[in-house]
């Protein structure tokens, strides 16, 4: 694949993937925004062996720029206080169209 060809924002367990994916499969996702994401050290409870979850932590993966704002709480009210920062901070990671 010559290039990156997704970008990723998600919400919840759905904000976990929008900031693994793009880290852990860079030729394929260019940049993600996480609002309010499961726990980025993995949950213990989902994932009782610590040597795999961390292994699938984005925050093992990070080695790239990322968006943190740890506000507010898992609720639409917050997420949608965080779009104008996360809309922001994606745009200036992507290529304009038809670049």
Aim: net charge neutral; charged share 20%.
């Amino acid at each position: 694949m010559p290039g990156a060809v997704a970008d990723l924002m998600g919400v919840s367990t759905g904000g976990f993937c929008a900031a693994k994916l793009p880290l852990q499969y860079p030729k394929v996702f260019r940049a993600g925004v996480a609002l309010d994401p499961d726990p980025l050290t993995g949950d213990p409870q989902v994932l009782a062996d610590p040597r795999p979850r961390e292994r699938n932590s984005p925050m093992w993966l990070v080695e790239h720029k990322t968006l943190v704002r740890p506000a507010g709480g898992h609720n639409f009210r917050t997420w949608i206080g965080m779009y104008p920062d996360a809309l922001g901070w994606l745009s200036t990671e992507l290529a304009p169209p038809g670049a």
